[in-house]
């Protein structure tokens, strides 16, 4: 038995599980970016990992496809609705299957098959008698002539007043409000003042579904346990508003059989597209729709993004349980991405599309850098550029293609070894990891699956070392020593590759090929391979090159446009006036005492790569660090800014240390130096910024 950490309950690994993965549609408004991918390659991983251990696992998706907001760029492209969402959906599916994402199924919510199920949960739910009609008040653009949606709406936050938050809720505070609720709302249409309007509205009583959701999310493990507890703080303290699901004409959708003039909302139709793509592949596959979401035998989980939680885990749920439809085994909810701690930025380049990064970069590194970042939390992702590069380079070129390319041509002609020899217990230990590594993959804590793999690698790669391969090939009286180690290497290479494959699918298939062997089963990582020829070693990975990732970045900065934050104050402009640079952190902590530069030169400021980090589980603010200075010089250090910083975040930054400071014993250990970093007096300790070196420095360097 092995456990699922997402419950701490036990799985049988014998037993085969039918498992139905969603990921939420893509809207058919704009093209795939690095911030979607996040989503769609977590799920495309867990989907293969459950594939790789012998589940019968579905990946079904579609295009979102309804809603003013396409009828408006229909419009502006001068084609049909029809026509523009066939065209977006062409653009979507060839983004998806460029990063090897996998789909069983990619329909679309504008089907007959999504059409009829629409229907037959709508008349389950007016059966119910949870549907009322009132005459609502809903902002309307006088320019374009429509009922403008949530989305292009934009003003003050009612509850925080934080402002140019959208029109559905505030990513300030996280308060849910309609657009009409908003101070100095304006359209983003045509930048004009919404004015009110009246028409009749469709709207779902949700308040007479809370027992039933009260229950569903606040036990079992459905949900995260930060999720269950955000729902219960923020929306089932008190009533439940109700649901309003229709918009009136004109209006880009499936007009409501029972209510002419009338449209199920996008945010009605949009999930049922999970239930119409399943019931499209089963048309195909001669099977059974209820075998899918109808059956306890049948496991349900969506991965969305922490943005749409509220109607995959109050209005969603309250539609199946109506409609007598499976509930979902698990909703996995993941943060935003971040690109080196900020929200990505047009201006700054890093609102990067999925078809400008693959103009300059392999779709590999972006899938294994997600694994390496995702864990089962509801947390932002922050890709940060120095540690992308740093993590790529060193652990799949450096550590675990490196096995191959160092041993693989040097065994073309004679094959692996008959026999498995002695690696000291490598393999042995390697497959015994495999049960918490795939624990890890299950529980969708990506990060410490690839953590548990690497660490293969960091044992395999000294055997090579240590052999030294490359001199063995020189004396023909080892040419039977000269196998064994490779025989072990290019095992050992294979074993981790299997265990990645999830991650890695063109690595996996690359890894098959060489050793004539197609890697498609879990267990292929249990036992070495023997006897067997080994193919021409062919290029797998290269590293990534710096400039490759800044043309990237340069390429999606809108043309002409200049990034504020780092342009050139005009002639004449003092500097801190041009960025409103606050003086408070100043007057907090004024200047010190005047030093000499003989004073200064005293303290030996060094650039430092962060190479691993780590908890101290006894102190409340401290971080082990250990720093590399370039070639074998490292110093451990213990920094105070737990508070601040995720182990992860750190490893592969840049970071400025004192770097001749006397060593001071701590209880944890001996710190050998400091990493500098900036703060407020008086500031939280959550407001800590460790200094970071700017692009083309490297290791070692001194800072003057």
């Known amino acids: 038995m092995i456990c699922d950490l997402s419950n701490g309950s036990t799985i049988d690994p014998s037993i085969v599980r039918r498992i139905l993965v969603t990921s939420a549609l893509p809207y058919a408004n704009g093209e795939i970016h690095i911030g979607h991918l996040v989503e769609y390659l977590q799920t495309d991983i867990w989907v293969r990992f459950q594939q790789l251990i012998g589940n019968r696992c579905l990946y079904l998706c579609a295009d979102d496809t309804h ?12 084609v049909s609705e029809a026509e523009f969402i066939a065209r977006m959906q062409e653009s979507h599916q060839r983004d998806f299957a460029a990063f090897d994402i996998r789909f069983d199924h990619y329909g679309s919510t504008n089907s007959a098959a999504n059409r009829a199920i629409c229907e037959r949960i709508w008349h389950s739910i007016r059966q119910a008698e949870l549907v009322v009609e009132r005459d609502v008040e809903q902002l309307y653009d006088p320019r374009v002539g429509t009922f403008l949606p949530d989305r292009f709406v934009r003003g003050q936050c009612p509850k925080c007043g934080s402002p140019d938050e959208p029109g559905d809720n505030c990513s300030r505070c996280g308060h849910h409000y309609s657009p009409s609720e908003l101070i100095e709302p304006r359209s983003t249409l045509s930048g004009a003042t919404p004015e009110l309007r009246k028409a009749p509205h469709l709207f779902i009583e949700l308040e007479k579904l809370r027992g039933f959701l009260e229950s569903w999310t606040q036990t079992g493990d459905h949900l995260q346990a930060e999720i269950a507890n955000y729902l219960k703080g923020h929306f089932l303290g008190e009533p439940l508003r109700d649901w309003d699901i229709s918009r009136p004409a004109p209006y880009f959708g499936f007009e409501i059989p029972d209510s002419p003039g009338n449209y199920w909302y996008v945010w009605f139709d949009a999930p049922i597209g999970y239930i119409a793509s399943t019931h499209e592949w089963c048309e195909r596959h001669g099977e059974r729709l209820d075998d899918w979401w109808r059956s306890p035998e049948c496991e349900v989980h969506h991965f969305i993004g922490k943005d749409i939680t509220y109607f995959h885990t109050l209005f969603w749920p309250g539609m199946l349980k109506t409609a007598g439809f499976s509930l979902p085994t698990k909703v996995h909810i993941h943060g935003f991405l971040t690109v080196d701690g900020e929200k990505m930025s047009k201006s700054k380049g890093t609102f990067v599309a999925a078809r400008t990064y693959l103009r300059h970069l392999d779709p590999s590194y972006l899938r294994y850098f997600y694994a390496s970042k995702l864990s089962s939390r509801v947390e932002d992702l922050d890709l940060a550029v120095d540690e992308f590069i740093a993590k790529v380079n060193t652990d799949l070129v450096n550590k ?20 498995y020899p002695d690696d000291g217990g490598l393999f042995v230990a390697a497959a015994a990891a495999g049960a918490e590594i795939r624990e890890a993959f299950e529980a969708t804590d990506f990060s410490r699956a690839v953590r548990l793999i690497v660490a293969l690698a960091d044992r395999a790669n000294p055997f090579v070392e240590e052999r030294r391969p490359w001199d063995l090939r020189k004396d023909p009286a080892k040419a039977g020593e000269l196998q064994d180690v490779c025989t072990v290497a290019l095992n050992l290479f294979r074993q981790i590759v299997v265990y990645l494959s999830p991650v890695l699918p063109r690595l996996a298939e690359q890894a098959g090929a060489l050793l004539g062997d197609p890697i498609t089963r879990w267990e292929q990582s249990q036992t070495p391979l023997v006897g067997k020829p080994v193919n021409k070693f062919t290029h797998m990975l290269r590293r990534v090159e710096e400039k490759d990732v800044l043309a990237m970045i340069e390429e999606s900065k809108p043309a002409g446009e200049v990034d504020t934050a780092t342009a050139s104050p005009a ?115 959550t407001e800590v910024f460790v200094i970071t070196a700017d692009t083309g420095a490297v290791p070692g360097q001194r800072v003057h």
């Open 67 to 78: 809603g003013t907001a396409v009828m408006i760029s229909a419009r502006k492209a001068g």
């Open 400 to 419: 675990i293609v490196n096995l191959a390319s160092r041993t693989a041509k040097f065994v073309e002609s004679t094959g692996l070894s008959p026999t």
């Open 571 to 685: 002639p004449g402009v003092v500097g801190s006036t041009t960025w409103n640079d606050s003086g408070v952190p100043l007057a907090a902590e004024p200047l010190a005492p005047e030093c000499t530069i003989d004073d200064f030169q005293k303290i030996d400021l060094r650039v430092a790569r962060v190479i691993a980090a780590e908890d101290v589980p006894e102190a409340k603010k401290l971080l082990k660090l250990t720093l590399s200075l370039g070639g074998d010089t490292t110093k451990n250090v213990f920094a105070g800014i737990k508070e601040a910083y995720k182990p992860e975040q750190l490893v592969g930054k840049l970071v400025v240390c004192v770097a001749n400071l006397a060593p001071r014993k701590m209880k944890f250990g001996t710190s050998e130096g400091m990493v500098t970093a900036a703060s407020t007096d008086g500031a939280p300790p």
